[in-house]
């Protein structure tokens, strides 16, 4: 079984910085991309950044510049920088990667259980 675990998660004032951390594990062959997502009460999940297994990495506009996404691929983890913290950051934030478990001959999406960010103004 694969499972992807965060933490990191919490209350932060604006301007103020956090660091998410993802780690996977159980019987996994191999990790493609990796990547965060968020949903804001009331919103559609929205991709935050991602990174691939070379280490390309892509983010959106609204994080650009503030957010920073690395991955450690002997360790099997993700991780999220969040730096300049907004209010409009306020979400729970999900990691999600594509993996192919041991024994298998395709990648699976999984998904962590999510972590709470709030940003005070």
């Known amino acids: 079984q694969v499972q992807l675990v965060e933490s990191g998660g919490g209350l932060v004032q604006a301007g103020g910085s956090l660091r998410l951390s993802c780690a996977a594990s159980?019987?996994?062959?191999?990790?493609?991309?990796m990547a965060w997502y968020r949903q804001a009460p009331g919103k559609q999940r929205e991709l935050v950044a991602t990174?691939?297994?070379?280490?390309?990495?892509s983010y959106a506009d609204s994080v650009r510049g503030r957010f920073t996404i690395s991955r450690d691929n002997t360790k099997n983890t993700v991780l999220l920088q969040m730096n300049s913290l907004k209010p409009e950051d306020t979400a729970v934030y999900y990691c999600?990667?594509?993996?192919?478990?041991?024994?298998?001959?395709?990648?699976?999406?999984?998904w962590g259980q999510g972590t709470q960010v709030t940003v005070s103004a």
């Open positions: 999600n990667a594509l993996i192919q478990p041991t024994g298998t001959y395709s990648y699976r999406n999984y």
């Open positions: 159980g019987k996994i062959f191999t990790i493609d991309r």
């Open positions: 990174c691939t297994s070379g280490g390309e990495t």
